[in-house]
């Protein structure tokens, strides 16, 4: 088979979701004092699948040692690296209401990584402020911004009508990746990730149990 | 084979997940006009695997109609009483800060008759107040307004440090699920369903196709 014919094997989005889990594992068993885990111990301390970690793993890698397991720091280091976690993400937020300033002060964002360098808002009265030293800036100054400062992930919280508008002008400023809330499919090229933050999925994944058993 | 062996299939909770997806597209269609759908088409309308429409189905029944594909309106009466979807659910919303008041006006739950009729938090100068008509109440009230109104489902947006001992009470008092947004790793009995929603997993997904195409 010429060599140019080969393709890495797509990786399936569960196992990615997967590795960001592993990877908060390993960080909590490395501040316990554990050196190395095998594939068994991980899943029954933190309740995984052992077949489904090592088959996870594989896609990256061999990360076990014979007879050890894996070493926690170098694991942990290693999915960190392979998840982007190795480095700071400017982030525009745009959409500063209850949502939005529900995720700004979220301390899952800034622990991993992910940093909001400008919020973006239409409403006068908070234009201009700064939260915790970042600017809120009007809506018409945005694309302007995302570009001057390279950022390439927006994390949207904008009402369901404002949506796409927004998304196609941080599309045309550089963004690449958008992490959406507002309930509403929306449309992006090809070479920029959309992710939908659905919350009512999640409800409804325990309606489901909850009326199974009344059946 | 004696009848009592028989255990119905463990269905993968991506495939409940799915099943959430299917009937959103399906609502689509049916406001759109459209009478019925191969899973071809849907699969293509809406960006699904169509091997996966089917396999997801199958969990369920024979929904297929041979040379015609789904009923758009009767599968997706299917899927909502499947889901829990053809009933309201009282939901009770524990912790109204940013997050808590974001989560109570999230339109998507509403919809999907999930309906919060309890709101409680521990700052005096909410408790007492209504919402569009729903209370605040005060933490040292919030089991005997679960039990009294039968509650099953509890939203957490709760601070981390609170977020075990609250749960706790809330399962006391009768609460069957918990959608759980502290992040944070809750203990519950076996037979309460547990969900929690950790929003920088996502942004780590996002990050694992940016840090890739860097590399």
Known sequence: MPRSSYRPPKIPEMTIRRLSIYARCLLQLEEDGVKSVSSQ???ERFNLNSAQVRKDLAYFGEFGVRGIG???ASLKAELQRILGLDREWAVVLVGFGNLGSALFHYKGFTR???KVVAIVDENPAKVGREVERVPVIASRDM???????GIQIAILAVPVEAAQAVTDELVAAGIRAVLNFAPTRLRVP??????NVDLSIELETLSFYLAK???
Do not use: I
């Open 41 to 43: 111990e991980l899943a």
């Open 70 to 72: 894996y070493y926690v």
């Open 112 to 114: 991993q990584g992910f």
């Open 143 to 149: 694309a302007r911004e995302v570009k001057a400062r």
């Open 190 to 195: 090809r070479d920029v990730r959309l992710k």
């Open 213 to 215: 058993s009344a059946r």
